[in-house]
């Protein structure tokens, strides 16, 4: 039967559940407060080149988004390569990328290298992970790996992406992690493949877009939705110059906090559930180079000198040709919103941000720097504590005909794309 269904979010879940309900039959009218569609995957005009505002790669185990690629006829604008990890520990570069380098790792000894191993083959190999949600990241792995392989290696990696609240994350999602990571190689000998759009996220934007108003759908742009009432089994929505009615069902596919305060009206016990959920901010420098910073796409940090615990070298994945030699960096920070970096102006990040840059490679001269920005989102990522799974909400809300798209709901899966537009595919076979 087909229903007339409001979506409220543009990035990437949004746009995927308005393809998949049109390919339903379904009527979609999808609102976005931005000027602009993508959230998080979307792209900015950085001197003439278009990039997106934060790094994205695909896995070998990317098969939702693989599928979705190859419905909208993108097969072949997606490219895969080898890719090589590295460490920069204590003021010294270290090769991470294959079993190889893990061997010749000599930061660790050679005992705790084989643990590190062992852990990361058997996360490859298991599918299991519901009693892990008990345990912290850090216990498990420091009782699978060892106090001094989590100092050098695992800690970093969870102070990248939860700040202070890293000793709180559970296991499960570290676990994930290892997990996804290690699907990408063919062996734990081999280099990981990651992949990539030519033209980045924006060219599967740009086509979900595309297919969404062949078929029909609606897209309205620069459209907050700041309330939604239910009446006679219908909901109206209301933004801040006008009002549509007449929906049979809606999908919110925006970050949770937003979520909370447009649903309170309707089910205040909901709305609390959904605000207990914390987030940790990001404040992203991006860098135009003419040189290098190292040989890796993921540079892992582990030095008490600076403040970011690892950088995301693209070029070194995506070439892209037509920025001929120049080089393209990611810093990543992830703070709490109320934490001084977040707020600090692009000029200071710039500074600051490239100092990093400096310390790693000292050949590096300001010289070198053709262009910088810088972008924050105040919504980056969950933070996951032991027992997560309970708390994550489910896609059908307590709300007949209301629905809710989050990347929680990957858990124990970190936000991806792949797994963004699986739960839209899911939320429309089951619900829609």
């Known amino acids: 039967m087909s229903k007339k269904l409001a979506i409220i979010g543009g990035g990437i879940s949004g746009l995927s559940a308005a393809f998949f309900a049109l390919q339903k039959g379904h009527t979609v009218d999808l609102y976005e407060k931005s000027n602009w569609l993508g959230g998080l ?26 599928s979705l690629a190859g419905r909208l006829g993108l097969g072949d604008r997606i490219r895969f390569r080898p890719t090589k990890t590295a460490y920069y ?14 061997l010749g790792f000599s930061a660790l000894p050679f005992s705790s290298r ?3 191993g062992l852990n990361v083959a058997e996360s490859k190999l298991s599918s299991r992970w519901e009693h892990l949600d008990d345990l912290t990241a850090k216990d498990w792995l420091i009782r699978r790996t060892g106090v001094r392989v989590y100092r050098a290696i695992w800690e970093p990696l969870l102070k990248i992406k939860f700040h202070d609240q890293h000793d709180r994350i559970s296991a499960a999602w570290i676990w994930h992690r290892i997990h996804r990571v290690a699907t990408s190689r063919r062996t734990l000998l081999s280099k990981e493949r990651m992949g990539y759009f030519i033209g980045g996220s924006q060219t599967l934007i740009a086509a979900l ?11 309205f742009l620069g459209t907050e939705i700041i309330s939604l009432e239910r009446s006679m089994g219908r909901f109206l929505i209301a933004s801040r110059n006008e009002q549509r009615n007449g929906y049979d069902g809606v999908v919110l596919s925006i970050p949770l906090p937003r979520s909370a305060r447009i649903v309170q009206p309707l089910d205040p016990a909901y709305a609390r559930k959904l605000s207990s959920i914390e987030f940790i901010g990001v404040v992203c420098g991006l860098f135009r180079l003419r040189k290098p910073v190292s040989g890796a796409f993921w540079l892992n940090i582990n030095d008490p000198r600076l403040p970011a615990n690892g950088l995301i070298e693209y070029t070194n994945l995506n070439p892209m040709p037509e920025i001929v030699s120049d080089h393209i960096v990611y810093i990543p920070l992830y703070v709490p919103e109320n934490h001084p970096w977040y707020s600090r102006d692009e000029s200071s990040l710039k500074q600051e941000f490239f100092q990093i840059l400096n310390t790693i490679n000292p050949e590096l001269s300001k010289e070198d720097i053709i262009g910088f920005r810088s972008f924050r989102d105040p919504y980056a990522q969950a933070v996951c504590p032991i027992g997560f799974k309970a708390k994550v909400p489910a896609l059908a809300t307590p709300i007949p005909g209301l629905f809710l798209l989050d990347s929680t709901q990957l858990y124990p899966s970190d ?8 739960l839209a595919e899911t939320m429309n076979q089951k619900y829609l």
């Open 114 to 116: 084989i643990r590190f």
């Open 415 to 422: 936000r991806a794309l792949s797994g963004l537009i699986g």
């Open 89 to 102: 520990l204590n003021g010294r570069y270290y090769p991470f990328t294959s079993g190889f380098d893990l």
């Open 209 to 219: 877009e595309k297919s969404i108003l062949g078929a029909g759908g609606k897209i």
């Open 41 to 66: 995957a979307d792209s900015v005009d950085f001197d003439g080149l278009m990039i997106e505002r934060f790094y994205h790669f695909i896995c070998g185990g990317d098969d939702r988004l693989l």
